[in-house]
């Protein structure tokens, strides 16, 4: 299958500092690319989809000035967490999907987040 | 709005038995269904993907069926190993487009030796 990278793999930072993660898609070209967070022994959460070149649209209740998401080409989706707090400390999850004729979702290895 | 469930949450079972997770979701206007593995503090490795117009689909020891009309799928895994003890995910795609995957919570399986 397709191939989807994230950096970092892990991230531990200080409460009120920004995260940046990267998302790429090595071997085709992305379409739309999907964040969704996991808690705990929770499953996967979605939290916006992108379009590259358009605005994200986010799901209810996750905060847009909070995670900002920049799908600035058809590889590269970036989510940014501004101002992390305990709370927002997660596995964060990058989804890609080509327009090709199985159209699938491949998925990325997952980003550790930790604010102390 | 599409709601997956999956049961059970948690299966315990010893070496060599075969065993079904199931998967139900409430709206039958589904794309297509996939099933994921998980294990602990990892990503997602994907199993199975069954189009909406498939009944079913085999990978070596895996078999997952699909009955859209009654929003249900099962997970059929034969002579379980120890290696098999992950978190197993069901997710579909809505059938609208650009909608994204929508997971259930996970069935985790511990197979032991």
């Known amino acids: 299958g397709a191939v989807v990278s994230q950096h970092p793999s892990r991230v531990i930072c200080k409460s009120g500092t920004s995260v940046k993660i990267e998302c790429r898609s090595l071997?085709?070209?992305?379409?739309?690319m999907f964040w969704y967070r996991q808690f705990p022994k929770q499953s996967l959460m979605l939290m916006a989809t992108?379009?590259?070149?358009?605005?994200?649209?986010?799901e209810q209740g996750v905060e847009k000035d909070k995670f900002l998401i920049n799908h600035a080409s058809l590889t590269l989706s970036t989510l940014t967490v501004t101002s992390a707090h305990p709370e927002d400390s997660s596995f964060y999850i990058c989804?890609?999907?080509?327009?090709?004729?199985?159209?699938?979702?491949?998925f990325g290895p997952g980003t550790r987040l930790t604010v102390l | 709005k599409q709601e997956v469930t999956q049961i059970p949450a948690a299966l315990s079972v010893p070496e060599g038995e075969n065993l079904v997770l199931n998967c139900s979701f409430t709206d039958s206007a589904i794309y297509n269904l996939q099933w994921f593995r998980q294990d602990p503090g990892k990503g997602l490795t994907s199993l199975l993907l069954i189009q909406s117009s498939q009944r079913e689909q085999t990978s070596g020891r895996l078999n997952a069926s699909l009955d859209k009309s009654s929003g249900r799928s099962t997970l059929y895994i034969a002579a379980s190993q120890p290696g098999d003890s992950a978190t197993y995910l069901c997710?579909?795609?809505?059938?609208?487009?650009?909608?994204?995957?929508?997971f259930g919570k996970g069935t985790t399986l511990s197979v032991s030796s």
């Open positions: 071997d085709f070209q992305a379409t739309t």
């Open positions: 992108s379009n590259e070149g358009s605005k994200a649209t986010y």
């Open positions: 989804s890609a999907r080509s327009g090709g004729k199985v159209n699938e979702q491949f």
């Open positions: 997710a579909v795609r809505p059938n609208q487009a650009g909608t994204a995957l929508i």
